[in-house]
């Protein structure tokens, strides 16, 4: 019977974990953050291999996490999973800042007047306190 439970253990890990993939791959895709990533860095002709270099990544991530085996790779490989990781999160903060560019133009087309404090309050306690239960719980 443990065989059983591992395979369906498998099985709901790796879906769950595509199913938390696509929507990472979604939201990165809604945010046009790879084409504009590649237009701020000049290289656009690259923009397939961007897409294939995040999808084997986030598939990769998904396989290393679901087995979890500890791979023997010393400081210079976690140097170099930590720059990656770093160049990572650069880019998308970088992307993110550029969709904030569409906070004044909504603004302006609503014609908000006030309650703009309280909507990035809002957005800022939402991430406090989601960051607080994932830390804690």
């Known amino acids: 019977m ?9 099985f709901l890990g790796l879906s769950f974990g595509m199913t938390v993939s ?3 791959f979604a939201f990165i ?3 046009d953050i790879i084409p504009r990533l590649a237009q701020r860095t000049g290289t656009a002709a ?3 291999g961007y897409e294939v270099a995040i999808i084997l990544g986030g ?9 979890a085996k500890h791979l023997p790779v010393m400081q210079i ?6 720059l990656c990781a770093g160049v ?19 603004v302006h087309r609503l014609k908000m007047r006030q309650g703009l404090p309280v909507i990035l ?6 991430k406090l306190i989601g960051t607080i239960i994932q830390y804690f719980f």
């Open 46 to 48: 690259h923009l397939y």
């Open 29 to 31: 895709t809604m945010l």
């Open 2 to 10: 443990t065989l059983m439970n591992n395979i369906v253990l498998c």
């Open 59 to 67: 598939t990769a991530g998904n396989i290393a996490i679901l087995f």
């Open 88 to 106: 990572f999160v650069g880019c998308l903060s970088m992307a993110l800042a550029e969709s904030l560019r569409v906070i004044p133009i909504f």
């Open 121 to 126: 309050l809002a957005f800022a306690a939402g």
């Open 22 to 24: 696509a929507g990472v």
């Open 77 to 82: 490989g976690m140097g170099v999973f930590g």
